[in-house]
């Protein structure tokens, strides 16, 4: 037996139905425009901050993954070594290509920058191209080491040849160096953040060479 529904009944059914049709289709579109946003696959460059950091035509800043640049003048402190030609080599390679785009486990560092791999059209690897010319060291942030090996062997190359910062680098004035086998840092003796270590991260470093060589970087705080 059909139920007996009154006009009233069947508009009211009917509004909720297209209601609901909406809300979907909407919901779709959110989705498609969320995945879009993501970070990009590919890009231009509209700006080169450092040696180290860039910015995309769409806006986005990224920070080079896994290297570390000498720091621009900032706050009354001189630019460091060689900054100033550092920032103008990245922007020789990467000015007027399209650069692709390649993260890591950790796509963004805790200033909301995108943390990326960068390749050329021709195929070079634009970090590992910073360091080979000793304009940039390794610095690793665990867990994105996808290419720490890669990075490494480029600054092995740049180490013995003396080129770039290496010409000044590695002059030791401690007696020994800690480093960090869980941050992949080293630090002076007497750093504080030294003394924080867990006994089975703690590596004890005769020379400053070593610490490079085996991949560690500088702390920030005590700048061995």
Not at 6 to 26: E, F
Not at 46 to 67: C, F, N, P, W, Y
Not at 68 to 87: I, N, T, V, W, Y
């Amino acid at each position: 037996m059909r139920p007996n529904l009154k006009p009233k009944t069947i508009r009211w059914w009917l509004l909720l139905l297209a209601s609901l049709g909406l809300a979907l289709q909407a919901g779709a579109l959110c989705g498609c425009g969320a995945q879009s946003q993501g970070p990009p696959e590919s890009a231009g460059v509209s700006q080169v901050i450092d040696g180290d950091t860039l910015v995309l035509k769409d806006g986005a800043r990224v920070r080079l993954e896994g290297i570390d640049a000498p720091e621009m003048e900032k706050e009354g402190r001189p630019a460091e070594f060689l900054a100033h030609k550092s920032k103008a080599v990245l922007n020789d390679l990467t000015r007027g290509q399209e650069l692709r785009l390649e993260y890591d486990v950790l796509r963004y560092d805790h200033y909301s920058r995108l943390l990326a791999y960068l390749f050329r059209g021709d195929g070079a690897f634009i970090n590992a191209e910073m360091v080979r010319l000793g304009l940039a060291h390794v610095y690793p942030h665990p867990p994105n080491l996808r290419y720490q090996e890669t990075l490494l062997a480029a600054q092995r190359e740049a180490m013995e040849a003396r080129r770039g910062v290496w010409q000044k680098a590695l002059v030791q004035d401690e007696p020994y160096y800690l480093a960090n086998r869980s941050t992949l840092r080293f630090h002076r003796p007497e750093c504080p953040l030294a003394s924080q270590m867990a006994p089975g991260n703690r590596l004890h470093l005769e020379r400053l060479q070593d610490a490079f060589l085996q991949g560690f970087s500088p702390c920030r705080s005590c700048k061995p």
